[in-house]
C-alpha cells in the first residue's frame, strides 16, 4: 500500500525550507516538467483515507489512475489522511503522534495540519508536490453529533461555521504556502441520512440509541426522531459544502491578488437523497445482516454480534484487537468500556463512502482537475482532456 513514511533525517528540513525561499515566488506559476513524475499528496480524515475499501477502489487511487492514463506520466502518491483526524491548529508545528497505525483506526492524531509537517519533511522539494486532495472538519464536530436527533439545523449551522470555516481557511493557506507549486483540491462531505433511509424496527431503534436529549427535554416519538435526523442531515450536507467551497474561495483569492494562478478548487459530491444511509441504492457502507439477525442484536442489547458490508473489515477487526488489547489488571468496568470501543472500532466503516460512493468522489475530483487542465496545467504534456 502506498503509504508515507512519517519521518524523514533532520537535513531535509534545512534543504526544504532553502528550496522554499528560493522557489516560491516562482514555482506557483511553473508547469511541471515533463521529464519528472506527478507528485500527489492526500491529507485529510476517513473519506479521503477510504475507510472500508480496498486500495484499488479508495478515491485517491482512482484519481492516481485517471492522471496516469490522462498524462501518460507516472504518479506518486503519498497518503497522510487517515480514519477521525481532526484538523488541529494550523499553528502547530509538533507532532502528537510518531508511531503509525493502520489508517482505519478512528483517532484525531496526526491532525490534518500534522499531516503536513510529516509532509513537508518526506519531501526534499516542496515544489514538486503537483496536487494535494484534503479534506476534514466533520471529526472537529464529531460525526455523532450529527446523528443525535437533539440538535437541531440551526445549531448544524453554526457548528458548520466555527469548524468549517476559518479552520478550513487556514489550513488551506497551510497547504499552499507549504507547497508553492501544487493544486489543492478540498472534498466536501454528504448527507448521511435522507428520506430514503430505511424506517424497519432496526433504524428506528438505531436513531434511539444514538439520541441523547437534553435534560428536561420532552419524550419525542421514533416518527419524531427520524425528522429531525433528516433535517439535520440535510442541513449539515449544505451548510458544510457552502463552507468549505467559502473556505476554498477566499484563500484562492487571496492567492490570486498576489499574482498567483488559479490553485485552490472545491469539488462537491452531488448526493442525492436515495444515495443515504440505510437506503435500497445506498452509496455509503451498511450492516452485514439479515433482518432477523438486527432483530436480535436489539433484542440481545448488544451480546449478538453484527458486522458492516465493507471491504476491509476482517484487516479492521485485527487491527483493532491489535489497539485495544487487554491489559494486565483490567476491571470489569473498564472491560465494559475497552469492549464498547472495540466494536466501534470494528464498525468503524459504517457510512462511509462504498465503492459507488468512492467513484463519486473521483467524478467530483477528476471534474476539477479537467477545469485544470483545459485551464493550462500541464500544457503541452498531456492530451486534450475530453
Known amino acids: 500500500m502506498k503509504l508515507s513514511a512519517h ?3 533532520h537535513s531535509l528540513v534545512a534543504i ?7 522557489s516560491s515566488s516562482v514555482c506557483a506559476q511553473s508547469v511541471p516538467s515533463a521529464d519528472r513524475p506527478l507528485n500527489l499528496l492526500v491529507l485529510g480524515d476517513s473519506i479521503l483515507w477510504g475507510q472500508g475499501l480496498k486500495e484499488e477502489h479508495k ?5 492516481e489512475s485517471w ?3 490522462t498524462t501518460g506520466r507516472e504518479v506518486r502518491a503519498k497518503i497522510e489522511a ?3 483526524a481532526v484538523i488541529g491548529s494550523a499553528e502547530s508545528s509538533t ?6 497505525i493502520d489508517g482505519e483506526i478512528n483517532r484525531a492524531v496526526p491532525t490534518v495540519n500534522e499531516q503536513i509537517n510529516y509532509a513537508v519533511r518526506s519531501y526534499s522539494d516542496r515544489s514538486q508536490v503537483d496536487l494535494v486532495l484534503v479534506d476534514g472538519c466533520i471529526n472537529d464536530i464529531d460525526a455523532r453529533r450529527l446523528l443525535n436527533a437533539s440538535n437541531t439545523p440551526a445549531g448544524i449551522r453554526e457548528l458548520a461555521q466555527a469548524k468549517c470555516g476559518t479552520p478550513v481557511e487556514a489550513l488551506l493557506e497551510k497547504i499552499a504556502s507549504s507547497f508553492p507549486n501544487a493544486h489543492v483540491i478540498m472534498t466536501g462531505y454528504y448527507p448521511i ?5 430505511s424506517n424497519d424496527l432496526f433504524m428506528r431503534a438505531l436513531n434511539r440509541r444514538l439520541y441523547t436529549p437534553a435534560p428536561g427535554a420532552p419524550h419525542r416519538s421514533d416518527k419524531e426522531l427520524r425528522r429531525q435526523l433528516i433535517e439535520i442531515s440535510k442541513e449539515w450536507y449544505q451548510s458544510s459544502n457552502q463552507k468549505l467551497a467559502d473556505a476554498a474561495r477566499a484563500v484562492d483569492a487571496r492567492l490570486s491578488a498576489g499574482g498567483s494562478r488559479k490553485r485552490i478548487l472545491f469539488a462537491k459530491v452531488e448526493f442525492l437523497p436515495d444515495y443515504a444511509f440505510g437506503s435500497h441504492g445506498s452509496r455509503l457502507w451498511g450492516f452485514d445482516a439479515s433482518p432477523l439477525r438486527k432483530l436480535l442484536v436489539i433484542l440481545a442489547f448488544g451480546r449478538v454480534s453484527i458486522r458492516t458490508n465493507d471491504e476491509t473489515r476482517r484487516q479492521r477487526s485485527e487491527s483493532c484487537q491489535q489497539v485495544f488489547k487487554r491489559p494486565e489488571g483490567e476491571t470489569k468496568d473498564q472491560k465494559r468500556a475497552r469492549d464498547w470501543r472495540l466494536m466501534l472500532c470494528k464498525l468503524a466503516a459504517l457510512g462511509h463512502p462504498n465503492r459507488k460512493g468512492s467513484a463519486m468522489y473521483v467524478e467530483a475530483i477528476t471534474n476539477q482537475l479537467k477545469l485544470l487542465i483545459s485551464g493550462g496545467w500541464l500544457r503541452g504534456a498531456v492530451a486534450p482532456v475530453p
Open 82 to 84: 487517515h480514519s477521525g
Open 193 to 197: 441520512v435522507s428520506e430514503k433511509t
Open 59 to 63: 478515491a485517491w487511487h482512482q484519481v
Open 16 to 22: 526544504a525550507a532553502l528550496s522554499f525561499l528560493l
Open 7 to 9: 519521518f524523514a533525517r
Open 95 to 100: 507532532d502528537s503522534s510518531t508511531v503509525w
Open 67 to 69: 492522471l496516469e492514463q
